[in-house]
């Protein structure tokens, strides 16, 4: 008995879809696939801008040490909240390592996590990422409410929040890159 075109397009497609959730090659097409739906963040408009009340969020970085967020009052800050495990927050890292390298030295980073550092390491290393990771500590209070990873907020000199982003984001694009150029010229 003869098997079909049909058939054997129907077990072609069948296996396909499988591979997506039983193997290694379904990770990394997710991922592929999430950054390639990835939008743009949208940017408040100026009147509509909370300000952060202060800067005063203990935080660690990644030596495990404690720090005080008070170090980026009157700087841009870019801050994400990830998680290693959650599929979405691996696919926009790599935006958030282009952002990093074009802007690093100019803008304070926080890609926070509140995971343990072993898994985060190793996550690291993994991917190539070497932007610096901030460690929450749970239960300290905070100038901004922690968002579901991925999340993020850009901050201007003022600390008012210029982009609340909730959900996977392009951070690497030409849109975000004029935002940054515009908040850095910008007088205090």
């Given amino acids: 008995m003869a098997i079909?075109?049909?058939?054997?397009?129907?077990?072609l497609l069948i296996v396909f879809i499988l591979s997506f959730f039983v193997t290694p090659?379904?990770?990394?097409?997710?991922?592929?696939?999430?950054?390639?739906?990835?939008?743009?963040?949208?940017v408040i408009p100026a009147e509509q801008r909370i300000q952060i009340e202060d800067y005063n969020w203990r935080l660690?970085?990644?030596?495990w040490e404690f720090f005080n967020f008070e170090k980026s009052e009157g700087k841009v800050v870019f801050i994400n909240f990830w998680a290693s495990w959650r599929l979405p927050s691996a696919a926009e890292l790599k935006s958030i390592q282009n952002l990093y390298d074009t802007y690093k030295g100019k803008v304070d980073f926080y890609i926070i996590t509140?995971?343990?550092?072993?898994?985060?390491?190793e996550f690291m290393e993994e991917n190539n990422f070497d932007f610096p990771v901030t460690y929450l500590i749970i239960g300290d209070r905070s100038p901004l409410p922690a968002l579901?990873?991925?999340?993020?907020?850009?901050?201007?000199?003022?600390?008012?929040?210029?982009?609340k982003?909730?959900?996977?984001?392009?951070?690497?694009n030409a849109r975000i890159m004029s935002l940054m150029e515009d908040l850095l010229k910008a007088r205090t």
Avoid: C
Avoid at 25 to 35: A, C, E, P, T
Avoid at 114 to 121: F, G, K, R
Avoid at 148 to 163: F, S
């Fill in 4 to 11: 079909k075109k049909k058939t054997v397009l129907n077990i």
């Fill in 60 to 63: 660690k970085n990644e030596n």
């Fill in 25 to 42: 090659l379904g990770y990394h097409s997710k991922i592929m696939l999430n950054r390639l739906f990835a939008g743009s963040a949208d």
């Fill in 165 to 172: 982003k909730e959900g996977i984001a392009d951070w690497d």
């Fill in 114 to 121: 509140d995971e343990e550092q072993e898994p985060v390491l």
């Fill in 148 to 163: 579901e990873p991925p999340g993020t907020y850009i901050l201007d000199k003022k600390g008012r929040i210029v982009v």
